[in-house]
């Protein structure tokens, strides 16, 4: 079975939609880590709850990003990690980490990448006129909110919509496509091809 680590820097309503359907079966694989970047978050005490083991990592502790990267990696290696999944990780990871990892690093954003790129999302989504934005899975590259896309669902956005009321929605969206996406990657389905992502038949 394939340990995956979840990696979450604030609320970890993500991380809470993972761990539930790995409950429900939908996927099967160990939840072996929480990594975290802020002692203060509440995915924290969401893994408390779930009998997660947790790892803190403040970067004010370390002199360098790559100090800092270098720790997660020991600790990634030492727990025998086969998919990282970031889920609300407010931190770019860089090319050394995206290397040592390549291919087997997933994030989730709250757009229909590449429109609306940034910590800024759905706000921008809203405020822009469009009439749909929605939510993406892809693999993580060098460079940010960018790499193949492995599930994208459209939410529209209606004439009644508050800023509030759109983030609920993705929000909601959110936790039903990362399960899925991470079930297609464990059942060895997804293919790269030419920065796209093939979908193998089950
Ligand atoms: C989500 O909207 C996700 O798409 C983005 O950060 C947010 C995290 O929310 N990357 P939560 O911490 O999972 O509730």
Redesign the pocket.
Known sequence: MKNIAVF??????????IVDARTRGTFKARLKLLVCDNPDAY?LKRAVKAKIKAFIVDRRDFLSKKDFEEQIIKKLKSEKIDLIV?????RIVSAHFVKQYRNKIL????SLLPAFKGAH??GDAFISGAKVTG?TVHFVDEMMDHGPIILQEIVKIKETDTKESLEAR??AV?HAVYPKAIKLFLDNRLRIRKAKVILRRG
């Open positions: 979450a820097s604030g609320n970890g309503s993500n991380f809470q939609a995915v970031l889920a609300g990780f407010m994030n989730i954003h709250p999302a759905i939510v993705i929000h959110e």
